[in-house]
């Protein structure tokens, strides 16, 4: 039950955010924040304007679109589906940013949250199935291949 949910969830997780970094350019970086929970839907919220809001870190630079914005999110088991502002699909200016970075960054990030295992991506309420050269047909899973190691 809902009720239940809500007690089991922490008020507050730390939990490790990716960005990109000048010189790495394989990987996704990490910064280390700490959210506020209470539930699912809130951490996932949070966990989201916090990548909206970008690194702390001067060596690292933002991967999603600038003016993207967060319109809603519905947690469906433990797929969560994204609605993002139409900014999203604007191509960054920053060529050194992948579109695989963009999406990873995104879903190696929220995937981060205890319960959460894939990400659905829409953009103003509509469904995408692509995202440049990814595949998004089916939900997006956590991939570790452009993590940086701890």
Do not use: M, W
């Amino acid at each position: 039950s809902e009720t239940r949910n809500q007690e089991t969830f922490p008020s507050k997780i730390t939990i490790n955010f990716y960005f990109c970094s000048l010189g790495e350019e394989e990987k996704l970086v990490l910064e280390k924040r700490t959210i506020k929970g209470g539930s699912l839907q809130s951490a996932i919220i949070n966990a989201v304007q916090q990548l909206l809001k970008g690194p702390d870190k001067s060596y690292h630079f933002p991967v999603i679109p600038g003016g993207t914005k967060l319109l809603d999110v519905e947690v469906y088991e433990n797929i969560v589906k994204i609605n993002l502002s139409e900014e999203f699909l604007e191509k960054s200016l920053d060529t050194r940013i992948l579109d695989e970075y963009i999406i990873y960054s995104i879903v190696d990030t929220v995937t981060e949250i205890p319960g959460i295992d894939g990400v659905i991506f829409y953009i103003e309420g509509k469904r995408i199935k692509a995202y440049g050269n990814v595949d998004l047909s089916i939900p997006a899973i956590r991939n570790e291949d452009y993590l940086e190691k701890d």
